[in-house]
């Protein structure tokens, strides 16, 4: 078995994915929000 060594493993992919899932999630929670506020506006 091979021996581990901390810091040794090649990220970028891992770190292109976790930005990609951010920036959706970030989008998302905007246009709920968005989509919320206008509801109140426009319903009641």
């Not at 929000?33 to 009641?44: N, P």
């Amino acid at each position: 078995m091979a021996e581990h060594k901390h810091g040794d493993m090649d990220v970028k992919a891992q770190e292109k994915t976790f930005d990609g899932f951010m920036r959706w999630t970030m989008r998302t929670v905007i246009a709920i929000i968005v989509l919320i506020i206008l509801m109140a506006i426009f319903i009641t």
